[in-house]
């Protein structure tokens, strides 16, 4: 069985520019779930994506965004970078088996900005 | 909103020790989760403690869940080189509520 996958691996943007990241879930997992790991502020919470709606979202300006497809994959959206949101971009997905099921990870986007 | 704290924030044991990770919560745990982070990688899920005295293993990895849900510890037996890593809590935010807060992780060394 496939795990999540994310692509790209690496991403170098310039301040201003916009970036996309690209998230395939685990086959029968309807949720996704974005995470920011920013050097020294550990695993923050972006996103959450089930059915193709945005059940959730942390505490992280509107430039943040993204979208869930009909094949479940997802697509993270940061508009206007700037220098700090240089950092390792997680996606997770879980089953659709209720509270409580684990997250899956993969294995992240390095976006840097300059 | 939920925080988790982890200790000790780093550790560094010799091969074949023991060593204990600690994660706190300040509310009542709605499923705790244990994940190892290699660095500049993904998450790979350890375990998940539910109940309140829960105890779980996996080759030499043991996680507890206390009684009153507040506090978890993962157990690593006659550590190996391949334990090294970041290890991560998370659990979830409250009934209902699906996606997790995690702690700030324990980096852990094996010297061989």
């Known amino acids: 069985e496939a795990g999540v996958t994310q692509s790209p691996t690496h991403l170098i943007k310039t301040r201003g520019q916009q970036a996309t990241l690209r998230c395939s879930p685990i086959?029968?997992?309807?949720?996704v779930y974005w995470y920011q790991q920013a050097l020294g502020l550990g695993l923050q919470f972006l996103l959450w994506?089930?059915?193709?709606?945005?059940?959730n979202r942390g505490n992280f300006p509107p430039r943040f965004s993204g979208r869930q497809f009909p094949n479940y994959s997802s697509e993270l959206n940061v508009n206007a970078l700037e220098l700090e949101d240089s950092a390792l971009y997680l996606c997770?997905?879980?089953?659709?088996?209720?509270?409580?099921?684990?997250?899956?990870f993969g294995n992240g986007t390095r976006l840097t900005v300059t | 909103s939920q925080e988790l704290e982890q200790s000790p924030q780093s550790l560094i044991v010799q091969e074949g020790k023991n060593l204990t990770i600690n994660c706190t919560s300040s509310?009542?745990?709605?499923?705790l989760y244990w994940y190892k982070q290699k660095y500049g990688e993904g998450l790979i899920f350890l375990m998940m403690?539910?109940?309140?005295?829960e105890e779980k293993s996996h080759e030499k990895i043991t996680a507890k869940l206390d009684e009153k849900k507040q506090q978890s510890s993962l157990h690593i037996t006659a550590s190996q080189p391949s334990h090294a890593g970041i290890y991560l809590c998370?659990?979830?935010?409250?009934?209902?509520?699906?996606?997790?807060?995690f702690g700030k992780g324990t980096k852990l060394s094996v010297i061989p």
């Open positions: 509310k009542t745990l709605y499923g």
């Open positions: 997770a997905s879980s089953s659709p088996a209720g509270l409580n099921s684990p997250l899956h």
């Open positions: 994506y089930d059915e193709g709606e945005e059940r």
């Open positions: 998370g659990a979830g935010s409250g009934a209902g509520s699906y996606q997790l807060t």
């Open positions: 086959s029968g997992h309807t949720s």
């Open positions: 403690l539910q109940k309140g005295g």
